[in-house]
């Protein structure tokens, strides 16, 4: 399936191409997606994946490739303002998950579940189960395989009956899986979620309404997870870099 663009376009940061979407129209491209033929990918790149992407040829490859490119990160929103298109919302992954799994429930369709430590997807599956009546989750598994085995994880996957499949082994792992595999999965969409099922099965708070509105999500994680200083280091790396390349370029 080819790219499909909305009125809006796609700002380029770094080299790397983000769809100007706001979330309604995320989602009204996903139902879409849902009704095409073969298997559709979905990225939710924020900046510490959008600094990989722009020294890893084929991370950013693939996102360049993906049929929908989410602005996910407050980065990105500052690094569009810096270079003059400025995105009209951010849309987070989590939230573009909760009402996809809210329309899939809808709909009666079925997800499957990969990735994070295990024991987290299947509390995750069950949980959103109870929360969105009528969702069905075919299958988990945890993230924590060989890649020998990994050609049985897409027969299970396939068995499963799933519409949707959410993979959760971190940035860039989980679009590479999703891109190798993507015309074997019998999926209609697949996406890349993060720490999402972290979220979803309780393990990890997610950060509350305060933190979330003023693009603090990071720092709220950081709280709870002080390990995670380096990769947040990025940040301020990934807008400087913007500034000194676009920013600058753009007032010569």
């Known amino acids: ?34 009704g095409a033929e073969g298997c559709c990918q979905i990225v ?27 602005p996910d990160g407050i980065g990105i929103v500052y690094a569009s303002r810096i270079i003059g298109r400025p995105l009209g919302e951010r849309v987070t992954g989590i939230d573009f998950l909760a ?21 987290v997807a299947e509390k995750a599956a069950a949980n959103m189960m109870e929360k969105y009546p009528g969702l069905h989750v075919a299958g988990a598994r945890d993230g924590y395989f060989a890649e020998d085995e990994e050609e049985g994880i897409v027969a299970e ?11 959760a082994l971190g940035s860039p792992k989980q679009e590479k899986f999703i891109s190798r595999n993507k015309g074997r999965l019998k999926v209609k ?3 890349g979620v993060g720490g999402s099922f972290d979220v979803m099965a309780g393990v990890l ?20 997870q002080p390990y995670r200083i380096k990769r947040m280091a990025v940040l ?15 007032r010569k």
């Open 1 to 34: 399936m080819g790219n499909r663009h909305t009125d809006g376009g796609r700002v380029e940061i770094l080299g790397v191409p983000v769809d100007m979407v706001s979330s309604d129209e995320a989602m009204g491209r996903f139902a879409a997606m849902m």
């Open 44 to 70: 939710t790149p924020n900046s510490e994946i959008i600094w990989s992407a722009a020294k890893d040829g084929e991370l950013k490859g693939i996102i360049s490739g993906a049929d929908l490119i989410m």
């Open 99 to 119: 009402k996809v799994l809210e329309w899939l429930a809808a709909g009666g369709g079925k997800a499957y579940f990969l990735g994070s430590k295990p024991g």
């Open 157 to 167: 996957i396939n068995g499963s009956g799933a519409d949707f499949l959410c993979v």
């Open 189 to 191: 969409v697949a996406i």
């Open 205 to 224: 708070k997610r950060a509350p309404e305060f933190y979330r509105k003023h693009g603090l999500e990071w720092l709220y994680r950081l709280k709870q």
């Open 236 to 250: 301020p790396l990934f807008l400087i870099r913007v500034l000194a390349k676009d920013g600058l370029r753009r």
